[in-house]
Structures are given as C-alpha cells and as structure tokens.
C-alpha cells in the first residue's frame, strides 16, 4: 500500500514554455501533499506543502508565480513551472500522507529545460 | 526552527561491512522515519519508529529511537552493492506536524 506516482518520469522543453508534473496517491487519500527539488548529489529541498482544497504553502525562497501548485482532490496534486528556463532544470519529487501517517514518496520527475 | 543532521555525510565502506549511521535533532520528537533514494529514484520508506527506546528491523537494516529522543539510528548488516545510495532521516516533534528532513548520509559499498 500507500503508493505515489507521478507523471512524466522525465520532461524535457523549451525555454519559455511550461510543464506539468502530475502527482498521485494510488491507494490512499493524501490530505497533504509536498513537493521537492533536488540537483545532482544534493539533499531534498522542500519546495511547498498543500493541503487538498487549499492554497499551497511556500517555502522562503520559492517563487509561487513561478512554481505553480494545485491540489485540487485528495488523489491528485499538480506541479506547473511556468516559463522554464534552463536552471529550472532538476529533479522534481511529490511525496504525500494522509493524515499523521508518513509521507511516502513518488519515483520523482527529471525535467530539463534546453 | 527544526534541525536535523546526519552522520556521517558520507561514507564507503567494502562489501560485507556493517555500516552505522545517526540523526540528531534539536529538538524532542515522538517520530522517526528512515528512507533510502536509489539513484534517479524517489526516497523509499525503510523504517518508522514512533516509541522512545524502540528497535524496530527491516530484512537487513535495523533503527533504533534514542532514548533522549533526539537521536535515531540506523545499521545496515552485511552490506551488498545494492545498498548503495542516499539514506535520509525525518523527524517530527509531534503527530500533528510536517516532518523535517535530514541531509542525507550516501553511502557507497566498494566490491
């Protein structure tokens, strides 16, 4: 149980145009759901958390104009970077949990921007 | 806020070595969560611990959560090549909360 996918498992685009990553819980309802970025041998940097029906908490730093996030359903949460540019390049993760339990992570998205 | 740091950030270690790795806190949790990320994958969930003292095993790789519960650890027995990658600690101070993210210890097994 408790399985997280996402969708694409790698991207790759334009400068200027705009992704979505897809983020799923397959067999359990995601009251909250996270999103991550991660370059090359780094560690996790957490990007925003949602809860399903409300506006996505950002982290300092992070663009929300930018990184869009919406977490319309207790299955799904979507990630959109708006007008990527090369160094938007990296390895995108979803991770969710339903209520206190723990976060169970998805395979992750690599997007790279040409 | 919330820090979590791992020991040792990286190590290698020879094939059929046991390997110990730590996470400490500054702050008193009430869980422990343990997971490792293959290379260009997700991280997996290991081990959750969620009682002072416990000492929970998972196939190869046991965790325990320190008694002073600002501390957890984890040892991996007999290591093969496939434990090769990034093991990550997260914590929380109580059931409520986001849990916090340690930095990672990558661990790579030499042949």
């Known amino acids: 149980g408790a399985v997280v996918s996402q969708h694409p498992s790698w991207v790759i685009c334009k400068s200027g145009t705009s992704v979505k990553i897809e983020c799923r819980s397959l067999?359990?309802?995601?009251?909250?759901m996270f999103w991550y970025r991660q370059f090359p041998k780094q560690s996790l940097m957490l990007m925003a958390t949602?809860?399903?029906?409300?506006?996505?908490?950002?982290e300092q730093g992070v663009e929300k104009d930018k990184f869009l996030i919406n977490h319309a359903s207790l299955t799904l949460s979507t990630l959109t970077v708006t007008s990527a540019h090369p160094e938007d390049s990296s390895f995108y993760i979803c991770?969710?949990?339903?209520?206190?339990?723990?976060?169970?992570f998805g395979p992750g998205t690599r997007l790279t921007v040409l | 806020g919330q820090q979590l740091n791992q020991s040792p950030q990286s190590m290698f270690i020879q094939e059929g070595e046991d390997v110990s790795m730590n996470c400490t806190s500054s702050?008193?949790?009430?869980?422990w969560l343990w997971y490792k990320q293959d290379p260009g994958e997700g991280p997996v969930l290991l081990i959750a611990?969620?009682?002072?003292?416990e000492l929970t095993s998972n196939g190869r790789l046991t965790a325990q959560f320190g008694i002073t519960r600002k501390d957890s650890f984890l040892n991996i027995s007999a290591s093969i090549p496939s434990d090769v990658g990034i093991y990550f600690c997260?914590?929380?101070?109580?059931?409520?909360?986001?849990?916090?993210f340690g930095p990672g210890t990558r661990l790579s097994v030499l042949p």
């Open positions: 991770s969710a949990r339903q209520g206190s339990t723990p976060q169970y």
């Open positions: 067999d359990f309802q995601a009251t909250t």
């Open positions: 949602s809860n399903e029906g409300s506006k996505a908490t950002y």
């Open positions: 702050s008193i949790f009430n869980t």
């Open positions: 611990l969620y009682k002072a003292g």
């Open positions: 997260a914590g929380r101070e109580n059931y409520g909360q986001n849990f916090v």
